[in-house]
């Protein structure tokens, strides 16, 4: 039998509905702009510190994309980085023979980007705590919106929270949920806010590009493990010209 559905008054989208949104939209905003504030201005890394890097990274490309050269290029390329990464010239600083390890808890940097990463935990923590004990206190039990579309009894756990009435239509939604939908569904409001269209954009470049490793640093593989280990990558590769049978591939596939 279907149960008759509840008249929610008008005015709670006006006193509990929209303030609770434009407190979290606020608080977001505040935490995004404070959070950039307390950031440490970044530290410029040693000139020969960035040529070590890079030139491994040299190195992993030609690994990586050497099938649009020659088989002479391919060559001298090889002997070229074999030897090269062999030797110390691209070093930033003369690995120690019988140095002990590191503790990374005694570095400045590491003690900085812990810092960091606990103050960003915090800006998370406390707003989010103090909005969620604030709607429990004033909007404990309320149901503030009925959602237009239908759905199944599997979403009551998530839509009404707070409210202990199995036979209420999933439809409705408490104040304590919707405090939640927000938190999941702001961000997109939170980038047309600010401005910044290509946040997510540049989110999965950050996700797809290849991090370069912590050569030499608290916890880090050896710089010369790291070149000696590319080396013997590099050693054991076979040429394959991506250009090997080109024209037969093109007119078999326009044929």
């Keep these: 039998m279907d149960l008759p559905d509840i008249e929610l008054d008008p005015q709670l989208k006006y006193w509990v509905l929209l303030p609770i949104s434009f407190v979290m939209v606020l608080v977001g905003l505040l935490r995004s702009n404070i959070t950039v504030m307390m950031q440490p201005n970044p530290k410029l890394e040693p000139f020969r510190k960035i040529r070590e890097k890079q030139f491994l990274k040299r190195a992993a490309c030609f690994r990586q994309n050497n099938g649009v050269l020659t088989a002479s290029e391919f060559t001298n390329r090889q002997n070229y980085f074999i030897e090269t990464l062999k030797s110390p010239e691209f070093y930033a600083e003369k690995p120690e023979a019988n140095a002990s390890p590191t503790n990374p808890f005694t570095d400045p940097s590491m003690n900085d980007a812990l810092m960091s990463m606990a103050k ?84 999965i470049q950050q996700q797809q590009q290849q991090p370069l490793p912590n050569i030499g640093g608290p916890g880090g593989p050896k710089v010369d493990k790291v070149f000696a280990a590319e080396a013997e990558n590099i050693q054991i590769l076979s040429h394959e010209s991506v250009f090997t049978g080109i024209v037969d591939r093109v007119l078999a596939a326009h044929s």
């Design 120 to 203: 960003g935990n915090l800006m998370n923590y406390i707003p989010q705590t103090v909005i969620m004990g604030w709607i429990n206190f004033f909007f404990a039990g309320f149901v503030i919106m009925k959602l237009p579309f239908p759905l199944t009894d599997g979403f009551k756990s998530m839509l009404q929270n707070g409210v202990a009435t199995p036979d209420l239509n999933a439809r409705y939604v408490s104040a304590i949920s919707w405090y939640f939908v927000n938190l999941l569904g702001l961000r997109p409001v939170y980038s047309l806010l600010m401005g910044d269209s290509t946040a997510a954009d540049q989110l």
